[in-house]
């Protein structure tokens, strides 16, 4: 059975820096390319960043770039996105995604919530 549990989610002060968890079981991590998407109130998710099954490339949002940095622990079948200068529009559940050609996942997502 395939399962994406987030952790890290919380309520965040404006300004600050917080790091969000996905450990992935059930699948053959390497080989999976790993995102983070984002659903704030009354929007479509939309994607955040993303990064290779090999972690030698990153792609993010422009909105994101700069401020946020994702990674993967392939060790720990893990990916993090450490996000900083966080601001009220960072508001949304967070959710971790790992795509491959044998399946595309989600996990059940993490809410932060950025208080000003």
């Known amino acids: 059975q395939v399962r994406l549990v987030e952790s890290g989610g919380g309520l965040v002060q404006a300004g600050g820096s917080h790091r969000l968890s996905c450990v992935a079981s059930?699948?053959?991590?390497?080989?999976?390319?790993m995102g983070w998407y984002r659903q704030a109130p009354g929007k479509q998710r939309e994607l955040v960043a993303v990064?290779?099954?090999?972690?030698?490339?990153?792609n993010y949002a422009d909105y994101v770039k700069g401020q946020f940095t994702i990674s993967r622990g392939d060790a720990k079948n893990t990916v993090y996105l450490q996000m900083n200068s966080l601001n009220p529009e960072d508001t949304a559940v967070y959710y971790c995604?790992?795509?491959?050609?044998?399946?595309?996942?989600w996990g059940k997502g993490t809410l932060v919530t950025v208080s000003s």
């Open positions: 995604n790992a795509e491959s050609p044998r399946g595309n996942y």
């Open positions: 059930g699948i053959i991590f390497s080989i999976y390319r």
């Open positions: 990064i290779t099954s090999s972690g030698d490339s990153t």
